[in-house]
């Protein structure tokens, strides 16, 4: 397991780093099991190296001196500090170190006992809450969070923008909190940007949805804008915050050698003067002989725009309001920055994403080519702007393919517990999402679709995640065993994955066949094989060639997915198979529903199998030739005893 299960809103000039701080053998303890299974180095001072402490391949680092001292170093450097001290201590020690809370690193606190983590400061901005939920999994420990929003179930509206990688614009962020906290009207005004954040709201929440009818004017408390514009609140009136979602491609056209600062300016000068955010560029595009324009792309380089490149053939097909010969003639195209603009814009709201208008008008240009020049500098710019449908999230998203075991929470491996909690988005079949719900955390995509839409529940997730979110695809059991996992990566095969964007993690599961197997003893000590009776993808005649391979290898043998309503056949013929090969009284566990609250177990035998109900909810184990059973257990030998 590696830290990238720790996504924290990336923080710049910050590595994305964590830490852990432990001054005593008891909390050294209680912060190992999360240190190593994520790799975040746990520092100790040096008095504490010669004391007894566990080795649990932990990464251990010592500081000398003081851990004030030490903390000087350790703030700035790191993301989120995790500390195994009373509160009170680590008050004290951070207090001359906090700065603001869009910068300052997230602060947790477990208790030496290791029963709480708690998100002690940088809740939301700086993700405190989110590595106190996490850490707590790990220590089996129950998370304290104290804001207001995680108490009624709402995202926080200062990170309410991070999975689309929406920029925090000016305004009384303090204010508009202070307003939801005391459960006031909140306005949202949505000009731009992902809606799904709303579809994932509570039943209950405070925001009302654009103007209110004059009908039924009712006044706002507070108002929240998600808008390329650039708004200035007045002082005095309700306070007001402005998100930004990335939505502005910023078309640019220079003579060669232009400067940096000469771009910078005519892109903020054009902003200023059309009222457009700065934080809502989503990147800037232009023609490929551009491509090395040292002050494009050291501009690009500072401020994390991406320079998207295009070919003259590809501009000139674009129709534009200001085309010119003079352009024309010098490089093959009418138009640079117009046509770039609308390139660039048009081709991120294409973006695989299934609700996208498919329409031909997919950007709009929202300001149209302006020339700047400035006379102590050499060259000009010109600029225009476009606006894309769907904003670009600056991140890399993942596909977390998570296996939540039979059904049970405590049948859930607590790394796949962190991932389903951590993701932007869970994905999965309605059944199994509703079976980790208490897993999931405010503000979470939840999109739980019908059982039959595996394809289409795969094409979602990728598309999510080529968009930048991080996405769990949930399947009972394991992910990789008859789950999502193989279908997610064939489908990212087709789309020419290139192996990192998205990146992908899989995370294991307790299969049916362990805890089937687990509840009637130990069945599966020998070789052993799983068979699914589904004939949907797989054709009949290869089921029972399977079938007949692995009853006369005397492979003890589970199936899945054994019966269903319509499928009846399939468990007859399977038995037929077998006692071809096998006794009549060769052990059977039929087990149904494993770890949920409907569980039934049958231990029987070969020949009266079928006398048993058997669904789609049954795992059938069948033994092998040595399989006995012994006081209700099914035990297959490995040979300890003497020879099977
Ligand atoms: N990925 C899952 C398997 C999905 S195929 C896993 O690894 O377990 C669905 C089949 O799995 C069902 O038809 C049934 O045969 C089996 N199954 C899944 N959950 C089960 C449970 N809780 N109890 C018994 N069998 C189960």
Redesign the pocket.
């Known amino acids: 397991m590696t830290s990238n299960l720790l996504p924290l809103p990336t923080v710049e000039n910050k590595p994305n780093s964590i830490c852990a701080i432990a001054t005593t053998p008891a909390a050294f303890t209680a912060l190992a099991p999360f240190c190593s299974a994520t790799q975040t180095p746990l520092w100790i001072p040096s008095a504490l190296v010669s004391s007894p402490v566990p080795s649990l391949g932990l990464t251990v680092k010592v500081y000398e001196g003081t851990l004030r001292q030490a903390l000087e170093q350790l703030w700035p450097q790191h993301q989120a500090l995790v500390f195994g001290l009373a509160t009170g201590a680590v008050v004290r020690l951070i207090a001359p170190l906090l700065g603001s809370k869009a910068t300052d690193p997230a602060v947790v606190v477990v208790d030496e006992a290791g029963q709480f983590a708690i998100s002690l400061c940088g809740g939301h901005q700086g993700g405190a809450d989110q590595l106190a939920r996490t850490v707590a999994h790990y220590l089996e420990a129950t998370p304290v969070l104290t804001g207001s929003a995680h108490h009624r179930n709402l995202p926080g509206i200062d990170v309410l923008g991070t999975p689309w990688g929406w920029v925090r614009g000016a305004g009384n962020w303090t204010g508009v909190s202070a307003a939801i906290a005391r459960n006031q009207p909140v306005q949202v005004l949505q000009e731009a940007g992902s809606t799904l954040w709303q579809s994932a709201l509570p039943a209950e929440h405070p925001f009302q949805f654009g103007w209110p009818e004059e009908s039924n004017p009712t006044e706002a408390s507070a108002r929240v804008w998600i808008s390329p514009i650039q708004r200035r609140f007045a002082e005095e009136g309700p306070p007001k915050v402005q998100w930004h979602p990335r939505v502005l491609w910023v078309g640019i056209g220079c003579e060669r050698g232009t400067s940096q600062a000469l771009i910078d300016l005519a892109i903020t000068q054009v902003f200023a003067a059309n009222h457009l955010a700065v934080g809502a560029i989503a990147g800037i595009a232009t023609l490929d002989l551009k491509a090395d324009e040292a002050g494009l792309v050291g501009l690009c380089q500072e401020r994390g725009w991406p320079l998207r490149c295009f070919s003259s053939e590809q501009l000139k097909a674009i129709s534009v309001p200001n085309p010119s010969s003079v352009v024309q003639n010098a490089v093959g195209t009418p138009s640079v920055a117009e046509a770039a603009a609308l390139t660039a814009a048009h081709s991120s709201a294409q973006s695989v994403l299934a609700e996208a208008p498919q329409t031909a008008n997919l950007a709009e240009l929202r300001v149209t080519k302006q020339v700047i020049r400035q006379e102590d500098q050499p060259g000009a710019v010109t600029v225009a702007v476009a606006q894309a449908d769907q904003e670009y999230t600056g991140r890399t998203g993942n596909l977390w393919l998570v296996?939540t075991g039979?059904?049970s929470l405590d049948q859930i491996t607590p790394a796949a517990k962190a991932a389903i909690n951590q993701a932007d988005a869970v994905i999965g079949y309605a059944l199994y999402v509703d079976l980790i719900r208490p897993l999931l955390r405010p503000g979470q995509i939840v999109e739980a679709l019908p059982i039959t839409q595996e394809r289409q529940r795969a094409e979602r997730a990728i598309a999510l995640a080529h968009w930048g979110l991080t996405v769990a695809v949930i399947?009972?059991?394991?992910?990789g065993?008859?789950?999502m996992a193989g279908l997610v990566l064939e489908q990212l095969k087709t789309l020419n994955w290139d192996g990192t964007r998205p990146g992908v993690q899989v995370f294991p599961?307790?299969?049916?066949?362990q805890?089937?197997a687990a509840r009637v003893g130990a069945p599966l000590m020998h070789d052993f094989c799983a068979i699914?009776l589904?004939d949907l993808l797989t054709p009949w005649d290869v089921i029972q060639r399977r079938l007949e391979a692995a009853a006369q290898a005397d492979f003890v043998v589970a199936?899945?997915?054994?019966k269903s309503k319509t499928r009846t056949q399939q468990i007859e013929v399977a038995q037929e198979i077998f006692l071809r090969h096998r006794a009549p009284e060769t052990s059977v566990a039929l087990?149904?529903?494993?770890?949920?609250p409907e569980?039934s177990v049958q231990v029987t035998t070969l020949a009266e199998m079928l006398q048993h109900p058997i669904d789609?909810?049954?795992?059938?184990l069948i033994g092998n030739r040595s399989t006995f059973t012994y006081a209700g257990r099914v035990i297959t030998p490995r040979g300890y005893l003497g020879q099977v």
Do not use: F, H, K, W
Not at 475 to 479: H, K, L, M, T, Y
Not at 509 to 513: D, E, R, W
Not at 591 to 596: G, K, T
Not at 616 to 620: D, G, Q
């Open positions: 296996g039979p059904g399947s009972s059991g394991d992910c065993i008859y789950g599961g307790i299969s049916a066949l805890s089937a699914s589904s199936l899945y997915n054994p087990v149904q529903s494993v770890y949920r569980e789609m909810l049954t795992t059938v």
